[in-house]
């Protein structure tokens, strides 16, 4: 069992930067793949970044290539989203997921194993 816990969401400016925590507990934490998803009010779940196990290779959507990055701590049994230049689009609740390692490569929200509750970034104009 893995639980996650996410953290740091808040109300910022356009052209803010943020960063996001999702911290684990459960012993198998560094043997999955972490994700994270957002939704916006009005709209359904969409993949944002992951990271793998290892923290060696990270695959995102375009929509924040260049501006969000992916990084994880297993010592700390955290990984960590650095958003930055953030846009009033980027506003939604982030959720952080793990997913076993056979689903390396997966966007897709039903191939997750194990979600966290989320933490609502607000990005104002």
């Given amino acids: ?34 994700a994270w998803f957002r ?16 923290g060696s290779n ?13 990084s994880r701590d297993n010592a700390k049994n955290t990984v960590y989203l650095q958003m930055n230049s953030l846009k009033p689009e980027d506003t939604a609740v982030y959720y952080c997921a793990a997913f076993v390692q056979g689903q390396w490569g997966t966007r897709r929200s039903n191939a997750m194993t194990y979600w966290g509750k989320g933490t609502l970034v607000t990005v104002s104009s």
């Fill in 39 to 54: 939704q916006a009010p009005g709209k359904e779940r969409e993949f944002v970044a992951a990271i793998s196990w290892g």
């Fill in 1 to 34: 069992q893995v639980q996650l816990v996410e953290s740091g969401g808040r109300l910022v400016q356009a052209g803010d930067s943020l960063r996001l925590s999702c911290t684990a507990s459960g012993r198998t934490f560094s043997s999955y793949h972490l």
């Fill in 58 to 70: 990270t695959y995102d959507v375009d929509s924040v290539k260049g501006r969000f990055t992916l």
